[in-house]
């Protein structure tokens, strides 16, 4: 299972980015993915998921509203719209892919590498 993820970059605030995660080696329609975040120092927080059926999400207080997933099956890409970023997003952002059917924020198996995000004040 490899997953992929781009679309760091670094941004003033109020701006947006979108983030891709791709997926290959896994059948990826029976997967939970998701996207975490870990800032310097800290400890590694979720961000959002999104089931197998892509008909639920959730996501963290600290993003809810500002923040969308998706994932496209045709292209085994799973996508984290960010909105009105803030300084306190910067991070490096992961994603991650479980084998279930349950939509939750804990217990990912799989992990891709990061892409960092930066947003300025």
């Known amino acids: 299972v490899q997953l992929q993820a781009s679309g760091g970059g670094s941004v003033q605030a109020g701006g947006s980015l979108r983030l891709s995660c791709v997926g290959s080696?896994?059948?990826?329609?029976?997967?939970?993915m998701g996207w975490f975040r870990q800032a310097p120092g800290k400890d590694r927080e979720f961000v959002a998921g999104?089931?197998?059926?892509?008909?639920?999400?959730i996501y963290s207080d600290s993003v809810k509203g500002r923040f969308t997933i998706s994932r496209e099956y045709g292209k085994n890409t799973v996508y984290l719209q960010m909105n009105n970023l803030k300084p306190e997003d910067t991070a490096v952002y992961l994603c991650?892919?479980?084998?279930?059917?349950?939509?939750?924020?804990?217990?990912?198996?799989?992990w891709g590498q990061g892409t960092q995000v930066t947003v300025s004040s």
């Open positions: 991650a892919a479980d084998r279930t059917a349950t939509l939750r924020s804990y217990g990912y198996d799989y």
């Open positions: 080696g896994l059948p990826f329609r029976n997967y939970l």
């Open positions: 999104i089931n197998w059926s892509g008909g639920s999400t």
